[in-house]
C-alpha cells in the first residue's frame, strides 16, 4: 500500500471491500453502461427520456384539459345570464303587450271622454246641451276612472320598462 498513490488507493480499498475479481474500473464500466441503458441527454430512445417525454405530454394534457374545462365552464355561465336576460326581456315585453292592449281599449272611450268633458264645461258655464244618450253620466265617469288607470299603468309599466333595462349588462 505504501507504494501507491492518492487514486490508486481508495480504488485498492474499494477493489478490496468488492470481493475477489472486481475492480472499481470494472464497476465504473458497469454503472456507466447502465445509466445509458436507462438516460441519455437530451436522448430521445432510452427508458428514462421516453418516461420524461411521456410525463411532459401528459401533464400538458392535463393543463389542455383544465383550460377547456375552464372555457366550458365560463359558457355554461354565459348561456345562464343569457337565458336570465332572455326571460325578463320575455316577461317585460309580455307586460308591455297587455299594457298595451288596456290602452288601446282606453283609446275607443277617449272621444267619448272628450264629449264628456265638454259638456260638463258647458252645463258648468251655463251653455245649453244637446241631446245626451241617457247612459252618458255613467259612461264617462267610467271613461275617466279608466283614463286615470290607463295613466297610472303607463307610469308603471314606463317604471319597469326602465328597471329592466338598468339590468341588462
Request: aromatic share 4%; proline share 3%.
Given at each position: 500500500?505504501?507504494?501507491?498513490?492518492?487514486?490508486?488507493?481508495?480504488?485498492?480499498?474499494?477493489?478490496?471491500?468488492?470481493?475477489?475479481?472486481?475492480?472499481?474500473?470494472?464497476?465504473?464500466?458497469?454503472?456507466?453502461?447502465?445509466?445509458?441503458?436507462?438516460?441519455?441527454?437530451?436522448?430521445?430512445?432510452?427508458?428514462?427520456n421516453?418516461?420524461?417525454?411521456?410525463?411532459?405530454?401528459?401533464?400538458?394534457?392535463?393543463?389542455?384539459?383544465?383550460?377547456a374545462?375552464?372555457?366550458?365552464?365560463?359558457?355554461?355561465?354565459?348561456e345562464?345570464?343569457?337565458?336570465?336576460?332572455?326571460?325578463?326581456?320575455?316577461?317585460?315585453?309580455?307586460?308591455?303587450?297587455?299594457?298595451?292592449?288596456?290602452?288601446?281599449?282606453?283609446a275607443?272611450?277617449?272621444?267619448?271622454?272628450?264629449?264628456?268633458?265638454?259638456?260638463?264645461?258647458?252645463?258648468?258655464?251655463?251653455?245649453?246641451?244637446?241631446?245626451?244618450?241617457?247612459?252618458?253620466?255613467?259612461?264617462?265617469?267610467?271613461?275617466?276612472?279608466?283614463?286615470?288607470?290607463?295613466?297610472?299603468?303607463?307610469?308603471?309599466?314606463?317604471?319597469?320598462?326602465?328597471?329592466?333595462?338598468?339590468?341588462?349588462?
Amino acid at each position: 500500500i505504501g507504494s501507491l498513490k492518492g487514486d490508486q488507493v481508495g480504488a485498492q480499498l474499494l477493489s478490496a471491500g468488492l470481493g475477489a475479481g472486481l475492480n472499481l474500473q470494472q464497476l465504473l464500466a458497469t454503472l456507466k453502461k447502465a445509466r445509458e441503458e436507462l438516460y441519455v441527454p437530451q436522448g430521445k430512445k432510452r427508458s428514462l427520456n421516453l418516461a420524461q417525454r411521456s410525463y411532459r405530454d401528459a401533464a400538458e394534457a392535463v393543463r389542455r384539459a383544465e383550460r377547456a374545462e375552464a372555457a366550458w365552464h365560463q359558457r355554461r355561465q354565459d348561456e345562464r345570464r343569457a337565458a336570465a336576460i332572455g326571460e325578463r326581456l320575455a316577461a317585460a315585453d309580455r307586460d308591455l303587450a297587455a299594457e298595451q292592449q288596456r290602452l288601446d281599449r282606453l283609446a275607443t272611450l277617449w272621444p267619448e271622454w272628450t264629449q264628456w268633458r265638454e259638456h260638463t264645461a258647458a252645463v258648468t258655464a251655463g251653455r245649453e246641451l244637446g241631446a245626451w244618450p241617457p247612459d252618458a253620466a255613467t259612461r264617462a265617469q267610467e271613461a275617466t276612472h279608466a283614463l286615470d288607470a290607463a295613466r297610472r299603468a303607463e307610469a308603471a309599466a314606463e317604471a319597469r320598462l326602465a328597471e329592466v333595462l338598468r339590468a341588462l349588462p
